[in-house]
T-cell receptor, first 114, second 115 residues
Framework: AQKVTQAQTEISVVEKEDVTLDCVYETRDTTYYLFWYKQPPSGELVFLIRRNSFDEQNEISGRYSWNFQKSTSSFNFTITASQVVDSAVYFCALSEADNNDMRFGAGTRLTVKP | DTGVSQDPRHKITKRGQNVTFRCDPISEHNRLYWYRQTLGQGPEFLTYFQNEAQLEKSRLLSDRFSAERPKGSFSTLEIQRTEQGDSAMYLC?????????????FGPGTRLTVT
């Protein structure tokens, strides 16, 4: 069975601080996909990244970076030099190759204070 | 270019009433998904369509729920005899392609409140 755990319910940082959001997943499949979505106060989920299980290369996109480690079943998300506009709920999600749904974690609410 | 749209954005109904929500996906997307999100939780998969065919339904989708996607374009989600436990945000998403590896684009959701 697939499962995603985001142990951090809420995180609060001051602007310009770096922050890492943790994501731990469980799956029996060898082929799977991991995702991060952002849900700002407006409510609409915004896609951030997709990673497949065969690609462990870390990725950087501007102030965002992702660290995928199969050995620890983790797919952590780091925001460098956080900004107030980064305040949102962030969801990590997992999909197994033979399923057609995404299993979401409970989300981490990030608050960036000026 | 328009994204995924949902209508209505908010719905308040009394217990026992029927409600219907609509989702218009991104025009070239052939996959359409419905999710439910309760307060403080991540979205939970309900069902998905490949064009007009409903290919999978979650156990969460009780017999009071029905979804359609006539002609493979917009989709409707109907809840009959609503219960207070149905109060949630109902999210629609669409994707291009036939695999889950394609990212899903979400609509703004319909917030249902059952009184």
């Amino acid at each position: 069975a697939q499962k995603v755990t985001q142990a951090q319910t809420e995180i609060s940082v001051v602007e310009k601080e770096d922050v890492t959001l943790d994501c731990v997943y469980e799956t029996r499949d060898t082929t799977y996909y991991l995702f991060w979505y952002k849900q700002p106060p407006s409510g609409e989920l915004v896609f951030l990244i997709r990673r497949n299980s065969f690609d462990e290369q870390n990725e950087i996109s501007g102030r965002y970076s992702w660290n995928f480690q199969k050995s620890t079943s983790s797919f952590n998300f780091t925001i460098t030099a956080s900004q107030v506009v980064d305040s949102a709920v962030y969801f990590c999600a997992l999909s197994e190759a033979d399923n057609n749904d995404m299993r979401f974690g409970a989300g981490t609410r990030l608050t960036v204070k000026p | 270019d328009t994204g995924v749209s949902q209508d209505p954005r908010h719905k308040i109904t009394k217990r026992g009433q029927n409600v219907t929500f609509r989702c218009d996906p991104i025009s070239e997307h052939n996959r359409l998904y419905w999710y439910r999100q309760t307060l403080g939780q991540g979205p939970e998969f309900l069902t998905y369509f490949q064009n007009e065919a409903q290919l999978e339904k979650s156990r969460l989708l009780s017999d009071r729920f029905s979804a359609e996607r006539p002609k493979g374009s917009f989709s409707t989600l109907e809840i009959q005899r609503t219960e207070q436990g149905d109060s949630a945000m109902y999210l629609c998403a669409s994707s291009l392609g036939q695999g889950i590896r394609y990212e899903q684009y979400f609509g703004p959701g319909t917030r249902l409140t059952v009184t």
